[in-house]
Each structure stands twice: as C-alpha cells, then as structure tokens.
C-alpha cells in the first residue's frame, strides 16, 4: 500500500469515526441509490409514465360508478329434517356434539343439487334464466353471452348463485344474485320448492322401496299359507279324517271299552264253567262273545297301528307334519303383516322435508357490484404494478448511462 492510499485510508476511517451520517451519504453506493430514487420519481411523476396509471384506474371508475348493472341479492335459510325429528337413534350422541351425520348428508345433497344443471334447468324452464342475465340493458362484462353454450350458462349460474352449509347449525343458506330484486327472490323461491320436492321424492322412493318388499314378503307368506291350508283340506277329504288325534284317541277309548268287556265276559265264562259243561248252550254262547270282542279289539288296534297308509300312526305323521307347516306359516304371515306395519311407520318417520328458517328477502338496494371494495383494490393493484414497471425502466436507464 503507497503512502497515498495509507493517507486515503485513515481519513475515511477519522471521517466514518467522527462523522459516521456523512460518511454513508458521501458513498458511491448510497449516491447510485440516490440517482436511482430521483430517477424513479421523476418517471413515477411525469405524465408520459402516469397516464398508465390514470387510465386504467380512471376506466375502472367509469365502469363501477357509471356503467355496471346493479345487482340485487336474496338470501334464505333452509334445513332438512326428518319426520322422526324426536326420535332417538344411533346418532344421537353425535347430535349432542353438534354433528348429525343424517342431516348433513341431506344438506350436503340438497347444496348439490341447488348448483347442479338439472337446477339450472328447471329454473331455465320456470324463470326463462338466459333471458334475464343476457337482457340488453345489462353492461356487457355482468351479462350472459346470448350464444353461451351449456357449459357456459352453468359457469354463470354457479357465479350467480351461493349455496353455504353450516357444520355445526345444519343451516343452509342459499343466495343468488340478478338484476332485479324480484327476479332474485323469485329464484330463491323456486329453489326451495324444487329442492324439497327433490328431497321428499327421494324421501317417498327409499319409504315405498322398503314397504314394496315388505308387502311382497307378506303376499309370499300369504300365498304360501293359502296353500297348505288347501292342502289340509285335501288330505282330510282324501282320507276322511279331520283330526287324527282326535280319531285316535276315539279308537284307544273304544279298545279299552271292548277290553274291558272282554275282561267282564271272561269272567263270566270261568264262572259257568265251574259248575256247567263246555257243551252247555250258555257257556257256547259266552265263548261266541269272546271271540267277536277279540276280533273286534284287533280290528280297531289295526285301525291304530298298521304298515298300511290306511292306519292313524301313518296318517298321523302327515297330519302333524302339514300342521305344523301351516302353524309356521300363520307365524310367518303374522311376523310379515307386523313387519309391513312397522316399516310404513318407520318409512314415515324417515320422510325428510326442507323447512325454511329465512325466508327470500326482497333486496331494497343493490348490494353488487361492490363499487368502493373492487375500486380500492384495483387502485392500490394497479398502483403496485406501475411502481415496479417505473423501477424496472428507471433501472434500465441508469445501466444504459453507465
């Protein structure tokens, strides 16, 4: 280092130690700066620069205080609730926390199929939608094209209209918004009425569903018990017998009425032949007696118990046997007419409605567009990025002088 640096040095150091403010405002660094912040504000300021600014500003205010169509907006609340609303059920201990998985899958569809096309539809039918948002007096950037096509029209729709669910109150507000305050109700209207059809016909075909197969459970059990009962009646005509129990135990009581007869004429004979032959008349006549009641006793016991298919034991078996098919399926038939009394209740309870909490309001002002919010914004937008395009060109200059 030459004394002349040495000399240079130690005078920097004494100055940057006594007078440290004017040492940083004599640097280069901070005199490039400065040249760069004038020329910046020079450019920011000068009016070849700022119509850049002012123009784009200036139309935006044109545009929200003198031209945009004024927007109405309507707002209501609905619930969907159940038609068993103080029934306890499973979710009941949810429902206490707020959550009531039922409800909100109800809202959830009923918030669906509000911004669905098959709304759009409807109301296009109803409302004649495309000739309200693309009426001439609309300004061209609030207005719906007159040649949007479908997918268009429903972009439009879904920007028209809020659907909001409440997790915690099952609320569900709808609002929408058009160029008059009537119109705007007026679909709100029309929303919830056809919102609850949706949900009460969804509501009726899981109800007639369930009752459908109910019934057809019950005609089953019906039908089947018409027919064993026609099969009893055949079997009793086909083996004249009404009741094999009660034939049995008519038979048993007639064997031991004759065995009991038996035993009183065999008695008898062993009284006569104690002092009469076996020739006498009375003691042949005795024994004549006998032998028909022995008959007789083995023809009823054949009657009672035989190989035959004629015999009660036999007959006895498919009697019990259709009985008891027929007592099954009277406890079938009552068990399904029980059911489908049951299920028509529950199928009831289960019937959903949409009550509205709110009602459509008819706006008394235009709430939209949001002229003072969007002309702010876009003024401190606009604002941001003419600074940074004024600075880069200022920079961009200051290299070219260099």
């Known amino acids: 280092m030459t004394d002349t640096q040495q000399s240079n040095f130690k005078r920097k150091f004494n100055k940057l130690r006594k007078r440290p403010r004017q040492f940083f405002a004599d640097s280069s660094g901070v005199k490039a700066a400065k040249t760069g912040v004038n020329e910046s504000s020079r450019l920011f300021l000068s009016f070849h620069y700022s119509i850049w600014l002012f123009l784009p500003v200036g139309l935006v205010f044109i545009y929200l205080f003198f031209i ?10 609905v619930v969907a609730k159940q038609s068993d609303e103080n029934g306890v059920s499973a979710a009941a201990p949810m429902a206490l926390l707020g ?46 094209s007159k040649n949007a096509t479908q ?105 031991a009425e ?63 046997n259709l009985s008891m098919q027929i007592e099954f399926a009277t406890d079938v038939y009552k068990a399904a007419l029980l059911g489908l009394e049951q299920t028509r209740v529950e199928a009831h309870r289960k019937l959903k409605h949409l009550m509205v909490v709110a009602q459509p309001n008819l706006a008394d002002e235009a709430l939209y567009p949001r002229r003072v919010y969007w002309f702010v914004t876009l003024s401190i937008l606009f604002m941001i990025i003419y600074s940074i395009v004024v600075m880069l060109i200022a920079t961009v200059k200051e290299h070219k002088e260099d």
């Open 151 to 255: 997918e268009e029209f429903l972009e439009y729709y879904l920007d028209k209209v809020t659907v909001e669910f409440d997790d915690v109150s099952g609320l569900l507000s709808i609002s929408v918004k058009s160029f008059t305050p009537e119109f705007s109700q007026q679909m709100v209207i029309e929303m919830i009425t056809k919102a609850e059809h949706f949900i009460n016909d969804m509501g009726h075909k899981m109800a007639q569903d369930e009752v459908g197969f109910v019934e057809g459970e019950l005609d089953r059990a019906h039908q089947k018990l018409v027919a064993l009962t026609e099969q009893m009646t055949e079997f009793q005509n086909e083996k004249q017998v009404f009741s094999t129990e009660q034939q049995s135990a008519a038979v048993m009581t007639s064997i």
């Open 258 to 320: 004759l065995n009991s007869l038996l035993i009183n004429k065999q008695t008898e004979l062993e009284a006569l032949l104690s002092y009469m032959n076996k020739a006498a008349p009375e003691v042949v006549t005795l024994k004549n007696q006998i032998a028909a009641l022995k008959n007789q006793i083995n023809e009823q016991q054949s009657k009672l118990v035989s190989p035959e298919q004629t015999a009660l034991n036999q007959l006895n078996v498919e009697f019990r």
């Open 99 to 144: 959550v009531d998985a039922g409800q909100n899958k109800d809202a959830y569809l009923v918030q669906h199929y509000i911004l669905s096309s098959d709304m759009l539809n409807y109301l296009e039918q109803k409302l004649s939608l495309k000739s309200h948002y693309s009426q001439t007096q609309a300004d061209w950037l609030s207005a719906l």
């Open 68 to 77: 945009a169509t004024p927007q109405y907006e309507s707002v209501a609340t």
